[in-house]
């Protein structure tokens, strides 16, 4: 990899516009985040312009936290578009291993293969066809458990897979790293997981997509570091994550990221 | 009653999942709102889905805040599925007195008798089938004008019902108490009552209906004092107040809360 | 012009109730927002109850951020009740250059004849059947581009018209102004624009639809450079900002404001 940094001057450089298809709970903050790192953001799911819409983007990112049948819809026509033009998609399987329509939804989005797949140790594992013990949308599996499973996904989707937790795994099922940026009170605060795969998705425009992962992860992680220092709760955290994330210069990522090779 | 801490240390032991259908507005604010007192925040409305999810919640917190057909119909395959399962359910009539569409869908609800109904002044008499003057979701009648109406309804459902105001009255048709916490700035921030009441879902676990509401308003009006106390205005209170639910210890609620037999 | 502050007291004094049909991102922010002003917020949208409520509130505020073809139905449903009683309403075109599905939406509405359009330079170049460069919901265009386009706009339809931009431009299409308020802060915080429109929508019942749009913008760019000179970032501005539109003395705003006869 270059030094971290290089990924977010990249990204920043360009201010990629970023399509998000995602649940009602993440819209406001995941459009924050992507404005704080230096990217532009646009939420649009209506059948009757989303695959326009996709066409405009650098690049896409889905999450089916409340999705149904016509949204569900709208992620695989925006999905096509991405792959029509070669552009890169994020895929976030929020609570996968709840419903059997998460799971046929998921299927479906599996199958159009997704460039990046992000979420915790219990989706994967779900996404995998292995037995997690997803409650809800928490992880009930540690990410050690989802390894085997990640590099099974990655291998059979040909994208990049990454797995969240106190230490987060990324591979593409070759090659993998370990990102062990972050901080406890980033648990505490609803939606970071959903914020950061379009943060994730603006640093895969041009970019490695298996780099690009591990950059984003680092950098979302140092920023919750910062902010935690400065934060009395989650409530005053997300103030400060917003700052962090706009603050944070590419040589204090690339000083702070903790990156290592897996 | 038990000391008013102990409803909220015996909620945190088991941090229940506690499945959400409310509107648009409240959505993020709710789920953090939970995740600060220390309970697991679901989102879920999709009919194809709901009532699988449904049987995985520990309890249920409906708000008909920006339903539609759909969202209304979903809300009552979930409530079903609780009642099924003999497991608590929230309900909270948002603005049912503006239009005929939101007293039709609580009409429907009632009849699934909820566990607990909160709601402002204007509300409960509407619900109990007064006349009320509710313009939009404000509340234009006082607690006391309401408290008649609030044991006719507690009687007629077999649950309990909780009038919010600047001294909010809780009743089972039997019992009744006042709890005196809060502070006017809690007004001047929007979806506080709406997240409010899956504060009440949360604590009705395993807990008696009446003396868990009761707690959890206590415990919300206190929270929202601390913040007050440090805030600036609307905006700095919001995140001093999830700051507050998360720090507040079980003592420090049984020190605070302002609970009177009525 | 009255003074500026005195159309802000004239709202306060009644405190509308602002129906607002807007898109899912903005809807948090923006119902803080008028909470902040010292209005009274709604977000009301379903076919089945979307007139009916209209016909309770003083003013609509429409945004077709994330609308549908239903949404966009009840958008005019509602701009026709306003439009039988002689009340105002305004139209946010969020995007409307990006996709066909909002050029034939806006252009139903634009028939409704909105009390006031207010968008960025792209957004209002559209409108005006210009030749815009928008990308995604950002401006690509100066206000200076624009301004014919505005005036065009205002004659047509016979509403006020007004452009967003480091200086805004407000014109009914005879007398015209510029508001030289605000701060760059602004536009790193998503839905600042669609939450302005609602503002703009309260100060509108009962007064000029020019000098309150006028006076709007002021207001909001006022509280904009009062929560950058505390912020930290974009994250710490969003507080700041609730903040400062609660503390907004009409005097404050009298003597802030920066409007000039254009």
Known sequence: MQPTGDYLETMRATAPLVHNITNYVAMNFMANVLLAVGASPAMVHAREEVAEFAALAQVLSVNIGTADPDWGAAMQDAAAVMNAHARPWVFDPVGVAATRFRQGLAKDLLALRPTVIRGNASEILTLAGMAGRA???????????????????????GGVVAVSGPVD???????????????????????????????????????????ATVAALASYGLAGEVAASVAQGPGSFQPAFLDALAAQTPQALSDGARISAA
Do not use: K, W
Not at 135 to 141: C, F, I, K, L, Q
């Open 169 to 211: 795994y990324v591979t593409d099922g070759a090659r993998a790293f370990r990102v062990a940026n972050g901080h406890p009170l980033m648990t505490q605060v609803t939606v970071m997981g959903c914020s950061l795969n379009s943060v994730i998705a603006a640093l895969c425009v041009g970019q490695s997509a298996l780099e």
């Open 135 to 157: 409650r809800g949308v928490d992880a009930g599996d540690s990410v050690e458990a989802a390894i085997e499973a990640a590099t099974t996904l990655a291998q059979a989707t």
